[in-house]
């Protein structure tokens, strides 16, 4: 079964009002980034999307720009403070999307995550840096706190800068085809099956004849099955919930 596209993406489209992206950092100067290339560029260009950074050290109230401090309890390295993010955060109180701090210790980012911002009017994005943000300003502000996985960066700029690209490829218009999407990885719970092109000998290895055979039941037969031994192998955990789904 393929997942539909959700009506608010639709209606976006229709309305012909660009998805909102808003980043802040401490170093804006990184966006957009490769999202000023290739599809996501022509994409902004075209106005689908539209994107606005903000220095958050543009905040801070003392002669120095100070936005972080020494954490209270010690330990090793600085915090930012919750007064300049807070200030940050309130300069784009008017702008649409749920509040993300990209953060190791958040919900992990998934396909769905995506779709569902994607479905919605735009995001607000805040990258974090040094040990993190002082919890005061998280809890007052409900920021959602989310994780490209079980890793650390230097900074939330680079899984900004993901979210944003898987979530800007859903959007109307962008990649083409809506069709497109329903049988990448993950939109049914399973990975994806493998691509073949010209030529169809490379290397002493031919394209499996049942791609060449114009029979199109056989070949969608054919690549559920390609995905599912796929995902069998590579993602038990998604191979244990698609099974469960399928009970």
Known sequence: MTSPVPKALVMSAEDGVPWQATVLSLFPEMFPGPLGHSIADKARKSGLWSLKSLDIRDFARDKHRSVDETPF???FGMVMRPNVVDAAL????????????????GARFDQAMARELAAEPG????CGRYEGLDQRVIDARGL???????????????????LLDACIRLLPGVLGAAET??????????LEYPHYTHPREWNGVSVPEILLSG??????????????????QRRPDLWARYRGSEE
């Open 73 to 75: 309890g010690g330990g």
């Open 90 to 105: 309130a300069s784009v109180d008017d702008m649409p999307g749920r509040r993300i701090y990209l953060s190791p210790r």
């Open 123 to 126: 995001v607000v994005l805040l």
């Open 144 to 162: 959602e706190e989310v994780s490209l996985g079980d890793f650390v960066l230097s900074g939330g700029e680079i899984p900004a800068l993901a």
């Open 181 to 190: 999407l329903d049988e990448e990885s993950f939109e049914e719970g399973l």
């Open 215 to 232: 029979h199109h039941a056989k070949i969608r037969s054919w690549r559920r099955e390609q995905s599912e031994e796929i995902t069998r």
